[in-house]
């Protein structure tokens, strides 16, 4: 299996003097040997099973042959994708196709899924407690519980509010509520788009649900407005392409305004005052509230910058607030640059899932490469990206652009709008199957 | 070169990839960055092409002309400027030898 060739003499030669991470080109997909030959190495409890957790999941299994056991804890049935929500929301793609199951983990990795709600932790026992599931004992615990919302930091938000005003920002039954506001509201309505300061999930993510709207407008109700109130200073992500497209394709039809920061709703009314007390009034708003990672990371100790997000170590995620609990994805106090994306939340997962592999085999693990890719659909065909390479800096102690790497694309285009298609169709299969 | 036969001998008899505290070198988790666009161990049928299994010269050449700025792409010419030509190399051996 390891029989060496003329070929990998060369390579060998060159890896000679370079990196420690690199090295075993020439072994298939799986770090340790055959399962036979392995002791079990240990049990891995992962929460979340969104686009961190469930690829930790994977990978745990994968790399390590099947020698950790893996319990994976998910409140939620089935694996609904943010990514792609935005073209459900303007007809151009079915909600059924951004729906998936857990079955392909189960199948193909052995992981035993477990759908219920972490609500405790005894970090001296390491030992998960879930609201109806029991408990689970854990050499290493993952936790990727995504986003939760400030609902308090906008007045009038409550409960009730929020069944009229939807945010839409994790996909699942407000996805489809909020495309029947557009489908039922009249040619000539009002659309309202509320944006939060930066740091959030998926930076761009609010101006591509902008272009989907308005691409539905254009199409079917020609005689509506979109408001977009922006609580920051300009568009955060891509700004030129999405500028360009908004000013070409959907000229007339989208009133930007930047640093109008939302403090007050009101359902009834559907009015929304800004901080300085301006007021818009609009037909459906779509409120996305400021964000803070996953209510389960406050209720364990885990957060421990500015009150909102988690620190962790960046060659193994492992947290700095808890010992052996590694956190992943959205929840994360970002990297410079680093956004808070379902592309880069699988980067952590496997990452994550290489650090507890090496560790749980006795060995020191070593940082590695992360990569992100956002891609944005600006109508039904065409799409735009911006993408970085991250590369470890050991004195800076975190990852940092690769000088050169990464960029935006050129101009919007159906060969790009083919790939943001494929993306989504195969990250999904690199998390679940 | 000579420090390399030793290396070699141990690739040779037992694998790395063996389970233990010293391995002789550790598994290229990086080649995983490109899973999420070109499925996992880069098998996968879609606009974005399939990588596995392919000419490792192709591949290496590919990404070194991705790198330069010479090959034409929306996207993997931003990427490739991500990675030093050693973890070029290695990228190309390994998504070679995926079936
Ligand atoms: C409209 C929109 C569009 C987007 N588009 C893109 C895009 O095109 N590309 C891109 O890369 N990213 C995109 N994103 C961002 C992406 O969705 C997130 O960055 C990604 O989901 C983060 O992964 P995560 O694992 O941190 O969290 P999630 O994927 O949200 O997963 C968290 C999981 O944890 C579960 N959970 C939480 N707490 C518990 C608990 N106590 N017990 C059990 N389970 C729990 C939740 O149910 C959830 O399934 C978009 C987001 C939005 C809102």
């Known amino acids: 299996m390891t029989r060496f060739n003329p070929d990998r003499r060369r390579l060998l030669q060159a890896l000679g003097g370079s990196a420690t991470l690199l090295g075993a080109a020439v072994l298939p997909g799986s770090a340790l040997a055959a399962p036979g030959k392995n002791k079990k190495l240990g049990r891995v409890v992962v929460v979340g099973a969104g686009f961190g957790g469930a690829t930790a999941a994977k990978y745990l299994r994968k790399w390590s042959n099947g020698a950790i056991e893996v319990v994976l804890i998910e409140r939620n049935k089935e694996f609904i994708s943010c990514p792609a929500s935005n073209e459900v929301l303007a007809g151009n793609r079915d909600y059924a196709s951004i729906v998936h199951g857990y079955e392909g983990l189960k199948k193909n990795w052995g992981i035993k899924v477990v759908h219920a709600s972490m609500i405790a932790v005894d970090v001296d026992k390491r030992k998960v407690k879930t609201d109806h599931a029991g408990e689970f004992d854990y050499d290493r615990l993952v936790v990727s519980p995504g986003v939760d919302f400030l609902f308090g930091a906008v007045a009038g938000y409550d409960e009730k509010a929020q069944e009229k005003i939807l945010h839409a920002w994790k996909a699942g039954p407000q996805t489809v509520a909020l495309r029947q506001q557009l489908v039922d509201l009249p040619d000539g309505g009002v659309y309202i788009q509320t944006i939060p300061k930066a740091p959030y999930r998926c930076p761009p993510g609010p101006y591509e649900r902008v272009s989907q709207i308005a691409h539905y407008f254009k199409t079917h109700k020609p005689n509506s407005k979109i408001i977009v109130l922006d609580g920051n200073d300009q568009i955060i992500s891509k700004g030129k392409l999405f500028k360009g497209v908004w000013d070409n394709d959907y000229q007339g039809l989208i009133e930007y305004r930047p640093n109008w920061n939302i403090t007050e709703v009101n359902a009834e009314t559907r009015i929304v005052t800004s901080e300085i007390g301006d007021r818009e009034r609009g037909d459906v708003i779509n409120l996305v509230p400021p964000q803070h990672a996953g209510k389960i990371a406050h209720d364990i100790g885990l957060v421990n910058a500015n009150n909102r997000w988690v620190n962790i170590d960046w060659v193994t995620l492992e947290s700095t607030a808890v010992k052996n609990v590694h956190v992943l994805g959205d929840a994360t106090l970002s990297a410079p640059l680093m956004p808070k994306s379902g592309h880069m939340a699988n980067q952590h997962g496997k990452a994550a899932a290489a650090a507890i592999v090496e560790i749980l085999a006795g060995r020191q693990p070593q940082p590695t490469l992360l990569a992100n890719t956002c891609y944005s659909m600006v109508d039904d065909r065409r799409a735009i990206h911006v993408d970085s390479v991250h590369r470890y800096d050991s004195e800076k102690k975190t990852p940092l652009v690769v000088p050169g790497s990464g960029g935006v694309s050129a101009a919007p285009s159906i060969e790009e709008g083919l790939f943001t298609r494929a993306w989504a169709k195969n990250i999904w299969s690199d998390i679940l199957t | ?99």
Not at chain 2, 90 to 99: E, I, N, T
């Open chain 2, 1 to 99: 070169m000579k420090k390399l036969i030793p290396l070699i001998g141990l690739l040779a008899s037992t694998g790395v990839l063996a389970a233990g505290p010293a391995p002789a070198t550790p598994f290229p988790y990086f080649v995983a960055n490109c899973f999420n666009c070109h499925g996992t161990e880069g098998r996968v049928n879609s606009a974005i092409p399939s990588i596995a299994g392919r000419d490792r010269e192709y591949l290496e050449a590919a990404l070194t002309a991705f790198k330069a700025g010479t090959k034409q792409a929306t996207i993997m010419h931003q990427l490739a400027k991500g990675y030093t030509d050693e973890e070029i190399a290695v990228l190309a051996d390994y998504f070679s030898r995926q079936k």
